[in-house]
């Protein structure tokens, strides 16, 4: 059993971390930059260590300091949280090799899921669908242009490497592919390291539907239902629920069918999430998330499960809290995220409570937001019976919220949570372009 874990993260998902180690009786440490030292995660951790200045490059993002600060601290693992180095192979290696467990998957699996060309001829391999488009890696214009023409216009360029809608371009006509083409290599080279690029067709207005899995590392796989992330805005997600409105039993049946095989197939160890696109009763593989999701507390409010504590359990024991088949979902869970619009102190921070309210954050009145990472501030979870109890608790609960001295976007997610499209379940991505166009 592990007895010291560092969190190699910052923020609201080291806070989430720390909770749970500290009710399974594991002593923590925090890493932090030099501006970071007032954040909560620090002062909730039993220890703590300043790893850098605050560029994310020289501090969240500098392996061997990290490393090496888990060593002087006698830790016996490191979770990576969100972000960062999560899904970085290499350095799950590397802490592999220094004698710690790796709260993630195998660095194998990490690496291969990671490149999206990969992952896709693997879901192949296990029978998932995917999206019509290239073969492998598009390393020619030539190539591009056969790819489109037998697709169909429109077209997504997408990074390999990529995530977070970095490297990706839509494409609408033959003339502009080339420029294109050239855009997202450049932005996943710059970003990723990594310019290698493919295409796919783009689905219009497809919805966005994921599935939160567990797997203990030995073949055995529990789904935890899946989650709708539909409400994006540039590619970033603003509002997930679970379940969603538009899957219907029989394309639950063969998504769950599908994940399984893909999972145990690799013996992939920990908390994952599988990625699709869904258009009416046909849905395609998209990535795979190797690593815990923002949007976890809506499959755990769902599935009554403290998805952190799986991780732990399933990557340091290869064991689950209980069998893959007894995971079930109960209910109905939203979460929206509360993001800033500009750095500032908290000048007044009251929250909402009741039954089936949740709000996972690291702020507290007099903490600072720091322009130097991301900028969400925290995430507001209901749970409810059903959809329509969980929109009114969570607009009930939106309304309560008094976050002042720094704006933030609330006031929208309220306008989008009561707009007829959303609170009619019967919408896709471009949901947010089609309530505010001029964005």
């Not at 890493?31 to 560029?55: F, M, Q, R």
């Not at 608790?393 to 959303?422: A, M």
């Amino acid at each position: 059993m592990i007895k010291k874990l560092l969190i190699a993260n910052r923020g609201e998902i080291a806070v989430r971390i720390i909770r749970t180690c500290h009710e399974m009786g594991i002593t923590t440490v925090a890493v932090y930059s030099t501006v970071d030292k007032e954040n909560l995660h620090v002062k909730l951790a039993d220890e703590a260590v300043c790893i850098g200045p605050a560029s994310s490059a020289k501090s969240y993002l500098n392996s061997q300091a990290i490393i090496t600060a888990a060593l002087a601290k006698g830790c016996d693992a490191i979770h990576p949280g969100v972000g960062f180095l999560s899904e970085n192979a290499d350095f799950a290696t590397d802490v592999e090799k220094a004698g710690l467990v790796w709260i993630g998957p195998e660095p194998a699996t990490i690496r291969m899921l990671g490149d999206k060309v990969m992952a896709r001829e693997t879901a192949l391999k296990y029978g998932l669908p995917v999206t019509p488009g290239s073969k492998g890696a598009t390393d020619t214009l030539e190539q591009a242009k056969a790819t489109a023409q037998e697709c169909g216009y429109p077209v997504i360029i997408k990074a390999a490497s990529g995530g977070g809608g970095k490297g990706m371009r839509i494409v609408w006509k033959e003339e502009d592919l080339e420029e294109n083409l050239k855009i997202a290599s450049s932005e996943a080279l710059s970003n990723f390291a990594d310019g290698t690029v493919y295409i796919e067709k783009y689905i219009q207005n497809a919805r966005h539907v994921e599935l939160q899995i567990i797997a203990d590392g030995t073949g055995n796989v529990a789904v935890l239902g899946e989650r709708d992330c539909s409400v994006q805005k540039n590619h970033q997600k603003l509002i997930e629920e679970s379940p969603s409105p538009a899957v219907t039993d029989d394309m639950r049946d063969r998504m769950y069918r599908g994940a399984r095989n893909l999972f145990a197939g690799l013996k992939y160890r920990g908390a994952g999430t599988i990625e699709f696109l869904v258009s009416g009763t046909d849905f395609y593989f998209m990535e795979v998330n190797a690593r815990i999701q923002v949007e976890h507390p809506v499959s755990e409010f769902v599935s009554d499960t403290d998805i952190i504590r799986e991780q732990i359990l399933a990557c340091s024991e290869n064991r689950l809290s209980a069998p893959a088949d007894s995971f079930e979902v109960k209910g109905w869970s939203i979460e929206a995220r509360i993001n800033a619009k500009a750095p500032g102190t908290i000048t007044r921070l009251d929250l909402p409570s009741g039954p089936g309210v949740r709000f996972d954050s690291f702020l507290y009145n007099g903490y600072t937001v720091l322009p130097h990472y991301d900028s969400m501030l925290a995430k507001l979870i209901v749970h409810a019976s059903s959809r329509q109890d969980a929109i009114k608790r969570l607009l009930r609960c939106l309304k309560e919220l008094h976050l002042e001295g720094v704006g933030t976007n609330q006031d929208q997610q309220i306008e989008i949570i009561s707009s007829r499209q959303f609170q009619s379940g019967m919408f896709g991505t471009s949901l947010y372009q089609e309530l505010y166009p001029e964005s």
